[in-house]
């Protein structure tokens, strides 16, 4: 009788087979599971406007690198298990993919702020109060009404709402720029005598700069809750997300970031 003899390339015992072959299938197996897990849990996507400036957000070569809404961000992607990813686009085609449900969170909003409401997304717990107001070189109040044919600075593409009756009658005269910090740049350097910021970024840049060339508060316009909105999808810890918004706001950690940057 002729007799065969297997060879096996992990060992020539059956025994070292078995152990070979389960060695063998738990690595693939884990490795199976591993790029199941990476592929349940894609980054968080997070959008930021590209004009925004400090305190809210710092862009450096179409990063964001510091400031608030990346802070905020941050935690709140790792409270979920998640990474965050930060797109810095510009103001219009953060409303296209919003439209197009692209961007997962959109944060520091505003439903009076939007011209859209955005179907397919949840609205955060506020985690902020943002306050609008007229400034000037000098710290004599004002109301506006009482201005007349005065050019104010203004972010372009912001809204205005308890102004815009006055800009559309001409009583008042919009001279946008790109940037808040533009805008309150182009106040200290004497090219017009009101412009409209919010409070932050008021603060921030007063920040190092001598009593007589610091800009003031002269009017308060408005003062909103700011949250974020969550897109409502199967494959996003939608109610987890809000939970965690919930509890910063009630904890203080939303507190806590706006002021490492007062």
């Known amino acids: 009788m ?9 060992d020539i015992t059956f025994s070292r087979l078995v152990r070979c072959n389960l060695a063998f299938w738990l690595t693939m197996t884990l490795a199976l599971m591993s790029g199941t897990a990476l592929a349940e849990k894609d980054p968080l996507r997070f959008s930021i406007i590209e004009s925004g400036v400090m305190p809210m957000v710092q862009i450096r070569e179409g990063q964001a690198v510091d400031g608030i809404l990346r802070d905020l961000s941050l935690s709140l992607a790792d409270k979920v298990g998640r990474q965050a990813e930060l797109l810095v686009l510009p103001r219009m085609r953060v409303h296209r993919a919003l439209l197009n449900r692209e961007i997962d969170v959109r944060c520091y909003v505003n439903p ?30 004002v109301n506006p009404e009482s201005l007349d044919g005065q050019s104010v600075g203004t972010v372009l593409g912001f809204n ?3 102004l815009n009756t006055l800009f559309d009658n001409g009583q008042l005269r919009r001279n946008d720029a790109r940037t ?51 897109r409502d999808a199967p494959d996003l810890p939608t109610q987890a997300l809000l939970e965690a918004m919930r509890r910063m706001q009630e904890n203080g950690e939303f507190t806590a970031i706006l002021q490492r940057y007062r």
Request: aromatic share 12%; charged share 25%; proline share 4%.
């Open 2 to 10: 002729t007799r065969f003899q297997t060879t096996f390339p992990c």
């Open 112 to 141: 009076d702020w939007l011209t859209d409401t955005y179907s397919g997304y949840l609205w955060s717990a506020p985690f902020m109060v943002q306050r609008d107001l007229l400034v000037s070189r000098s710290a004599q109040p």
């Open 160 to 162: 205005y709402p308890t």
């Open 180 to 230: 808040q910090g533009l805008v309150l740049r182009k106040l200290a350097a004497g090219r017009y005598d009101y412009a409209i910021s919010n409070e932050l970024a008021l603060l921030w840049f007063n920040r190092g700069r001598s009593d007589a060339d610091k800009l003031h508060e002269v009017h308060e316009l408005t003062r909103d809750e700011v949250a974020c909105l969550v």
